[in-house]
């Protein structure tokens, strides 16, 4: 009777411990589940997070027109290639264009076609409304060729103003996905569900596409409208078997997270455990039975404590040991030791000290060991270290050690491999953003809405030129900074971020500290609510990038009036020329001292300065007609000394300087001396009341000769320096200047590949520096002149401007020269087929429609080789007449015109070529 109370109270004790572990079992499990959803919803969080500033970092000009019009497929290609690093590890970037054609693909060669519907493609089809993060996020779908085939992936997409979107593509699966490729354990399973109940990811793999839709499960009818997150012990919230789940919400991005384990495999150990006590009891008490009952009994109890203790750990994954001193032999419980370390129990309790000798990772083991010896294990010591398995795998685990009530050491190993790899990529993670960031030129900013607090990243304070230690970062402070024209502009966008109408783009100008005034592009939105609700965003300084523009447009300006004033010079010198030769013919008719001759006198002086007008705007234009030399700028220079003081009067006081060495320029010598002469009267217009002018020339860069003329006059604010070159510009008083002198001067050096540029403020004078070419041989000599072109020679006038070639033609009668005329290149050309023989062929360059006088040239010396050529022009590109051929300027007189013939005949023929 004894021994069946006995062994009735042991299984009431049996069963009410069995009972207790149970429940314990099931405890600790929703609490592991309920971390895990913790720890995973972080991680997706930042993958997501990090998936946002990546698309949001694309620059601001790629919208959706640009996009539709594919004008700038390549530069779209490279900006999504520099924001790869950005997305992460696994991640595809596309640019759609409002049509639906992917534009570009960050994976794939710039040009390459990528073909997709523009509602059937799954990454468009299927996309989510916009969340409050401005995320979009598509159903899982198979890959195609554009990312990684064949492999599970989904699309983030973000929106582009007037249209179009620039997605990511993410893979489903590990170790690149939204769901971290954590060990969830037995029976468990992770989920991540769009707000709409369509799942979109789960791990393990696979899903089971198109993924499922859980919008009429329990999680989405009863459990998410009454708490954002929770968990359960009981039916599935996704339908099905008992399960623990644990669901978080992310609502930025509307996806909810479920992670769940199935209740039978957590429970699996402790039906092994307690059908291991059960049989255990029952030889416990067959034992009792045949030998003494003390004994027995006391045998029985060891065990199942033992059993109990082992089935505890191995079920909870844990490593339990004891030690009836510091530094004495370890006892392992159960067999957790061997599938954590790979050494047989054996091995591990052979002598004191294996665990540190052949366990411990040998970086980790000094600084274990002293811990260790050192703790006062009266209170809970915890250690985080490395081991090495026997297989050579390294582990990474934490232990909880202290003193037992009882007496002696007791200790819990579990391992934290996953844990400690999860926050190592998360880490990698971000500075991977970080650094993305920093070669993009994008700082990120946070603006706390209750507080009014500015939180800056440290490339923020670098670009603003702050110091983090004197300046208190809030938005009053950082508003003082903008110039006050533009506060209301960023105070007006930040309310719109702040009443989450979505991602709002400005730009703004700001005056650094040091005086410095900069442009900045800043891009912001709203997260959280309530308490938290904030303004988060990124910024980017675009100075440099609006002074090019504003540089282009001003070349562009200066490029189209050059266009113009050649232009008009070309048709004016035509007029002119008529009108100087026939002056020159009239005058053979006209007595001297009669008041006839003083009106031709007139009428010459009149075309002259009509001439001289003209070739300033030639000069703007860069298409007057130049004979560089080798020009020595020290004889140069001795030559202007006398004229100059002569032309500027006693109240300015004027010095040239060449230093020694500065050698000579290849330029055309008359206008390089009418360049400095221009410039020095500008400088003593700039000095009513007289002071002093300095022209200096030296070595410059690249091979160059830099000369510079400066002056103490009253100077020039910006607006009016930025304008200075335009031809017709001036500050002058009417009648005082015409506006072309600067103009002049600037088409000259740019025309002879130099360069030039203003440095003036009010008050503080005015410099003009500019730049040519040094000569890379000796000063030419002067050429020979011609007394006149001899009585006789036949000469070919060809001109499509029938006054002009009419008037060149009677004065080369008058001269004693045979003339044939032609109006065009191919009228010349069909008169030398017929058997003309030409002395010379006198040709306009510009002949109007057709072949121009160049080409015609080239025809007639590849039929008469021997053939002398002289062009006339006053509007020609540097280009079109070969170096060293005979060109005479129009407009020009009888003088110019029999002189140049007179030359051109004297000459020996050089072919005319390309």
């Known amino acids: 009777m004894a021994f069946v109370t006995v062994a009735a109270v042991a299984l009431a004790l049996l069963s009410w411990a069995g009972w207790m572990l149970r429940e314990r079992i099931l405890a600790e499990a929703e609490r592991e589940i309920a971390t895990q959803a913790d720890i995973v919803r972080a991680a997706t969080a930042r993958r997501l997070q990090s998936l946002r500033f990546a698309l949001a970092g694309l620059p601001s000009w790629i919208d959706g027109p640009i996009l539709a019009s594919g004008i700038a497929d390549e530069d779209v290609h490279e900006a999504l290639k520099s924001l790869l690093q950005a997305g992460g590890t696994g991640v595809g970037l596309l640019a759609i264009a409002p049509d639906g054609r992917v534009v570009a693909s960050a994976r794939a060669a710039p040009g390459e076609e990528i073909a997709l519907g523009l509602r059937a493609a799954p990454n468009l089809a299927t996309l989510s409304p916009p969340t409050r993060s401005g995320l979009a996020i598509s159903a899982a779908f198979i890959s195609g060729p554009e990312h990684i085939p064949g492999r599970p992936i989904v699309a983030v997409s973000r929106a582009l103003p007037s249209g179009g979107w620039v997605q990511a593509l993410v893979p489903v699966d590990a170790p690149f996905g939204l769901l971290p490729s954590a060990e969830l354990g037995a029976g468990s399973d992770a989920w991540l569900v769009r707000e709409d109940g369509k799942a979109i990811a789960r791990w393990p793999l696979p899903l089971a596409l198109p993924g499922p839709s859980f919008h009429e499960t329990p999680l989405f009818q009863s459990l998410l409208p009454a708490a954002p997150d929770g968990l359960v012990n009981g039916p599935s919230p996704l339908g099905g078997a008992k399960a623990i789940a644990a669901w978080r919400s992310l609502p930025e991005f509307g996806l909810v997270l479920l992670i769940r384990r199935d209740r039978d495999a957590i429970l699996a150990p402790w039906h092994a455990g307690m059908a291991t006590m059960l049989a255990a009891l029952a030889l416990a008490l067959v034992a009792a039975a045949l030998a003494a009952w003390r004994a027995a009994r006391t045998e029985s109890a060891l065990s199942l404590s033992e059993d109990r203790l082992a089935v505890i750990t191995d079920t909870l994954g844990l490593l339990l040991w004891t030690r009836p001193s510091r530094f004495a032999v370890s006892t392992y419980f159960g067999n957790a030791v061997e599938r954590l370390t790979g050494y047989p129990k054996s091995v591990l309790t052979a002598r004191q000290g294996v665990w540190r000798d052949l366990v411990i990772h040998p970086d980790d083991r000094d600084r274990v060991t002293r811990e260790y010896e050192t703790a006062d294990l009266s209170k809970l010591l915890t250690l985080t270290y490395r081991i090495i398995r026997a297989d050579g795998e390294v582990r990474w685990v934490t232990s909880l050690i202290r003193e037992a009530p009882w007496g002696g050491i007791v200790g819990v190993i579990r391992d934290i491999t996953d844990l400690q790899e999860a926050k190592e990529r998360l880490a990698r993670s971000e500075a991977e953003l970080a650094e993305a960031m920093r070669i993009a030129g994008l700082s990120r900013w946070r603006l706390d809405l209750a507080s009014g607090r500015l939180e800056l990243c440290p490339l923020t304070f670098a670009q603003l030129g702050l110091d983090p230690a004197r300046f208190e970062p809030s938005l009053a402070n950082f508003l003082g900074l903008i110039v006050p024209e533009d506060r209301q502009t960023v105070d007006a966008a930040l309310r719109r971020a702040a009443d989450s109408e979505g991602p709002v783009e400005f730009e703004y100008r700001l005056r650094r500290p040091d005086g410095a005034l900069r442009y900045r592009w800043a891009r912001a939105a709203r997260e959280g609510d309530g308490a938290s609700a904030a303004i988060v ?33 070309h048709d004016v010198n035509n007029m002119l020329t008529v009108v100087s030769l026939n002056l020159d013919l009239l005058a053979d008719e006209i007595a001297p001292g009669t008041p006839a001759a003083e009106a031709l006198q007139a009428a010459r002086k009149a075309a002259a300065g009509g001439a001289s007008l003209t070739a300033q705007l030639l000069a703007f234009a860069r298409r007057q007609p130049l004979s560089p030399k080798a020009v020595d700028v020290e004889a140069l220079f001795d030559e202007l000394r006398p004229m100059l003081a002569r032309t500027l009067g006693r109240s300015v006081s004027v010095t040239l300087e060449a230093e020694p060495g500065t050698g000579a320029v290849q330029a055309d010598p008359a206008q390089l001396r009418s360049a400095l002469v221009n410039l020095a009267i500008n400088a003593r217009d700039a000095m009513p009341e007289g002071g002093t002018i300095r022209i200096t020339a030296g070595p410059g860069a690249e091979g160059a000769v830099a000369f510079a003329v400066a002056d103490t006059g009253q100077g020039m604010p910006p607006e009016v320096a930025a304008r200075a070159f335009e031809p017709f510009f001036t500050t002058k008083p009417a009648g005082k200047g015409t506006g072309l002198g600067l103009a002049q001067v600037y088409g000259f050096i740019t025309q002879s590949n130099g360069t030039i540029g203003i440095e003036s403020a009010p008050g503080q004078g005015t410099t003009v520096r500019f730049t040519l070419p040094r ?140």
């Open 537 to 569: 965003g990124v910024c980017q300084d675009i100075t440099e990038r609006r002074e090019a523009a504003a540089q282009l447009a001003h070349a562009s300006r200066i490029a189209a009036l050059g266009q113009l004033t050649g232009g008009i010079a």
């Open 775 to 914: 000569a890379t041989a000796e000063e030419a000599g002067g050429a020979n002149g011609a007394a006149g072109p001899r009585r006789g020679a036949h000469v070919l006038v060809v001109e499509d401007e029938t006054d002009l070639r009419l008037a060149v033609a009677a004065m080369c009668r008058s001269a004693g020269l045979v003339v044939s005329e032609a109006e065009n290149a191919a009228a010349a050309m069909a008169l030398i087929e017929a058997g003309l023989r030409p002395d010379l062929l006198f040709t306009d360059v510009n002949l109007g429609p057709g072949l121009d006088g160049v080409a015609l040239a080239r025809l007639a010396q590849a039929r008469l080789p021997s053939l002398p050529v002289l062009f006339a022009s006053g509007f020609v590109a540097e280009a079109e007449v070969p170096e060293g051929a005979a060109v005479l300027r129009k407009p020009y007189a009888r003088e110019a015109l029999l002189g140049a013939i007179a030359a051109a005949l004297a000459r020996s023929t050089e072919p005319v070529t390309a």
